[in-house]
């Protein structure tokens, strides 16, 4: 396995899972991956967390990226029409 700090995603869920599974301790898990405990803690604790948000949101597949965009999107038209408003109270004012 590759060095902790070059571990990609797919080989700390592995190792998550892996914990899962065994019937050996953490620190066994840890020793024979060259991982602190400490480090494993924080990634078992970030996987369960994740879990936890995609039960918050009942499974519609609702991500806080597809939320970004919806308000960078509802952003932008809300200045555009800020625009167009001031552009109609200068003409107003005009005439």
């Keep these: ?3 902790v700090s070059e571990m990609s995603a797919e ?3 592995s190792l998550i899972l892996e914990s899962l599974r065994s019937e050996s301790s953490i620190a066994d898990l840890c020793r024979k ?3 602190s405990q400490t480090t494993f803690y924080k990634w078992r ?4 967390e ?4 995609a039960l918050l949101h009942n499974g ?3 991500t806080s990226n ?6 960078e999107e509802l952003e932008r038209v809300i200045g555009k029409q800020t625009v167009e ?4 109270k200068r003409n107003l004012h005009l005439r």
């Design 1 to 3: 396995m590759a060095k």
């Design 11 to 13: 080989e700390r869920l």
């Design 33 to 35: 991956h060259g991982l």
């Design 45 to 48: 604790d970030k996987f369960i």
């Design 50 to 53: 994740g879990g936890k948000q």
């Design 60 to 62: 519609t597949g609702s």
């Design 66 to 71: 597809t939320d970004k965009a919806q308000v």
């Design 85 to 88: 408003i001031q552009i109609l």
